[in-house]
């Protein structure tokens, strides 16, 4: 199983970004996969994830302003993240569960700074 994230990078507050999460090694279409975060000296937290029918669950911190999609042809994840704020700051990680283990993506740092 293979995670690959990207899309990260610098943002203004108020700004947009969307990220991308590449699968490979296991039936994507079948799978949940969701990302998570971990703000800089805080614990990973959950973000966002999606079913294999597409219903999507959200943290209240992101709801409204971001949305999870995933394209299955394309085995990949992503999240747009609009209205960004600085306390979305974080390393963002995609994750799946394949055969009762988790499998993390490398991460890709989310910086919003003015």
């Known amino acids: 199983v293979q995670l690959q994230a990207s899309g990260g990078g610098l943002v203004q507050p108020g700004g947009s970004l969307r990220l991308s999460c590449a699968a490979a090694g296991f039936n994507f279409r079948l799978n949940t996969i969701g990302w998570y975060r971990r703000p800089p000296g805080k614990q990973r937290e959950f973000v966002a994830d999606?079913?294999?029918?597409?219903?999507?669950n959200y943290s209240d911190s992101v709801k409204g302003r971001f949305t999870i999609s995933r394209n299955n042809v394309y085995r990949t994840l992503y999240l747009q993240m609009n209205n960004l704020r600085p306390e979305d700051t974080a390393v963002y990680y995609c994750?799946?569960?394949?055969?009762?283990?988790?499998?993390w993506g490398q991460g890709t740092l989310v910086t919003v700074s003015s």
């Open positions: 994750k799946t569960e394949y055969k009762n283990r988790d499998y």
């Open positions: 999606i079913t294999s029918g597409h219903s999507t």
